[in-house]
């Protein structure tokens, strides 16, 4: 379990203002209870963070929060923060790659980072199936977005939202005249 002491942000790269330390406070005292009541993510191959029968995970609400506010840079602390606790979690890795490649600057090397790797974790995790995809087509990767779809299309075998998404974001990246 993370505590406020073992937390140094400035050894981790990152630059708090105000509220990017409240959100990682909220997280941090989140992550305590989540841990004492034996909390954690859910079903990750089968969701993308709301299905399943466990709570959300608090570093997950969270992060969803933060993201709906536009506010990416807290949602990588939030995520960054939670990933140091729990670096076996899928969508943890999911979400984390999702936000920086939503933020300004995107490092896409660290995206595809944490995308592969929640698809280690869980090679059906629809969700990181979909935005591998979207992201490669990001760089111009039409080949790598298609093997992606393929692979929803085999996951969801009564098709899925996640596949949907995906195959419209490729439509219309082909649709682009180059």
């Known amino acids: 379990m993370l505590s406020m002491g073992t937390l140094d942000a400035s050894k981790a790269g990152v630059q708090m203002n105000g509220v990017t330390r409240m959100v990682a406070a909220g997280l941090l ?49 939030a995520l960054k923060v939670a990933l140091a606790t729990d670096p076996s979690n899928a969508d943890l890795h999911n979400l984390y790659a999702y936000s920086i490649r939503k933020g300004a600057n995107p490092d896409m090397a660290l995206v595809f980072k944490h995308y592969q790797e929640a698809l280690r974790i869980d090679p059906k995790h629809r969700g990181a199936q979909e935005y591998i ?24 075998f009564f098709g899925c939202e996640e596949y949907d998404m995906l195959k419209k974001a490729v439509a219309a990246y082909e649709a682009k005249p180059r």
């Not at 969701?47 to 995970?57: L, T």
């Not at 570093?59 to 506010?71: E, F, H, N, S």
């Open 29 to 77: 005292c989140a992550a305590g209870w989540a841990g004492a009541a034996g909390g954690g993510g859910g079903d990750s191959s089968s969701s993308n963070w709301s299905s399943g029968s466990k709570a959300e995970d608090p570093a997950v609400k969270t992060a969803k929060g933060a993201i709906a506010a536009g506010d990416y840079a807290s949602a990588q602390l």
């Open 133 to 156: 995809g979207e992201a490669y087509l990001m760089v111009g990767n039409l080949p790598k977005a298609k093997e992606h779809l393929a692979a929803l299309d085999k996951i969801c």
